[in-house]
């Protein structure tokens, strides 16, 4: 089988201390993530979870190529990832696009709707036409359930579960095939959040994407992952099928998990 | 009745471009001394603005209106504002109170407030209307309040004994040195800061997020409030220090008596720390009742809507409500959930519908009862 996307050993650290209030000197470098090693196949939907500062956020920002890894292998449909520059990186870039946790500060409150979703296109096909863009920005538009009338607008005349789907749009509209989506819910609303899952699983279908799926939340995750990675400090304790990781987790810390999750009493249990 | 605080028919009213707006419209609630009541909403229901209300910390220009008694146990349903202060007068009420607008006009009620018995004497009354004086006897001292973000709530230049003696101060300006720094030890040990003398030496950003919010509710329940407001304590926490701070909470409740109202979206949380459960939608409650009931048999399509859309550990097919909340300044005549509503019947669009009963203590803002 091939993978769409391969991750070995792939290791980052940080160098803490030495600022301008620090009391240590440059110290051990802090290392956010520590040996990861995965793979996630065409159409799947992998899930990292993890509490804060476990070095989620960390590695998918390392997998786009947005931070550069101390060391490790990033294969995209076999191809190596970190020794990429320029043109072919950008080139490769177009197939990974991130969906962001907040649509408040992710969208440019000063640039309309339509130059928000279409600037990606404005980067990677420079020979579109203003119109073109605007009609390509409108057509994905509607494939989020917006539409052109959103097009001339500003992002603060959306709400925050429609300006999540602006931010979709954005992703979507280079046809990309890997989306990184960082805790895409986790600012929405309860009945907003349902929308937006719902959207990315018919988007999923749609369009054959595969997810790298960032949360905290195994409840979010549990809906729409067919793979469950848990991190902490760095490192993946445990890692395998959805069903598997929910309903036998084998390390401690996942069960842990588990048990704090405030579960909604079913009529039987009260 | 045995009530530490009975909120009757109060509406807030906020001024906009666009006009007035109800961000609380009509809300009637009760707690009793020790009792968790879950204020779940979504943004924009109103569910903080309320406790803002119960604060005495609205925005300049709201207009309230109804009554918020303090201590109302012994008053009876059918009077309404009895022996509640100066500024229950109904009707006069409306014009009057400005909060935090204009404490100067109430000049004159000030000398009947100095013929008061102290705080000790347990008397209902009307907090709606009160000035900023009487307001400050109150915040903190009776009702206290913890937030979502305590980084952003706690001083970033202050030690954290330091705030947490600020806050007993405040309500005790008498005590000082061995008497003070016990007050504070015990403050730290009720919120279970491990090594509160160290822990008082440090500043806020040297805090991991669930010591900081333990911080915040030493320094909330310094003063020994009645009743404490939690607006969303838990929702930057990870599951794992979320779970200890419901349980400290569920503690606290117990062994001070503590009265709590627990302001939440996550249906899962309250489920956890709630006895009973008010479900609030642009700005009105739509259901209250006992947490097993409303969760378990949801009277109102709005409770039942979020249940449905609530992601648990259990994969299934989420059914998301359609559309979005409605914006206060546009919100329909009749029922606000009625445009999102798989229900609606012709009379929803008419009026507001009246609480129904669904059993004595369960009830419902819904024609379908």
Known sequence: MTYML???????????????FSDQAKGEPFVAVDGVTFAVGPGETFAIVGESGCGKTTLARLILRLIEADCGVILFEERELLP???????????????????PFASLNPRMRVGEIVAEPLAIHEPQLSRAQRLARAGEILRRVGLDESALPRFPHEFSGGQRQRIGIARALILRPKLIVADEPVSALDVSVGAQVLRLLQELQREFGLTYLFISHSLPVVAQLATHIAVMRAGQFVEYGPANRILHEPTHTYTRDLLAAVPEIPRPGQL | MDDLLWVRNVTVELPTAAGWVKPVNEVSLRISPGESLGLVGESGSGKTMLSLTL???LPLGARVKGEILLNASGVGEASSG???GPASQPGKDQNRSLQGLKPIERQGEMSELKLRPP?????ARNLVGQSE????RVRGREIAMIFQEPMTSLNPVMRIGRQITEAILAHEPGLAGEALHRRLLTAMEHASLPEPEIRAQQFPHQLSGGLRQRAMIAMALAPRPKLLIADEPTTALDVTVQKQILDLLDHLRRE??????????????????ADRIAVMYAGRIVEEGPVQKVLSSPRHPYTQGLLAASPTLERRKLAPIPGNVPR?????????????????????????PEFRQAEPDHAARCVLL
């Open chain 1, 6 to 20: 391969e991750v070995r050993n792939l290791r980052k650290s940080f160098v803490r201390g030495g600022g301008l």
């Open chain 1, 84 to 102: 990429l520059r320029g043109d072919a990186l950008r080139a490769q870039r177009r197939q990974m696009q991130m969906i962001f946790q907040d």
């Open chain 2, 55 to 57: 604060m005495g910390l």
């Open chain 2, 82 to 84: 009895v022996k509640t």
């Open chain 2, 119 to 123: 705080k000790e004497e347990v008397e």
């Open chain 2, 133 to 136: 004086d009487e307001w400050r």
């Open chain 2, 256 to 273: 001070l008596d503590l009265a709590l109202l627990f302001i939440t979206h996550d249906l899962g949380v309250v489920a956890k720390v």
């Open chain 2, 328 to 352: 206060l300044t546009e919100l329909p005549s009749g029922c606000a959930f009625a445009p999102r509503c798989s229900f609606r019947r012709a009379e929803c669009e008419q009026v507001v």
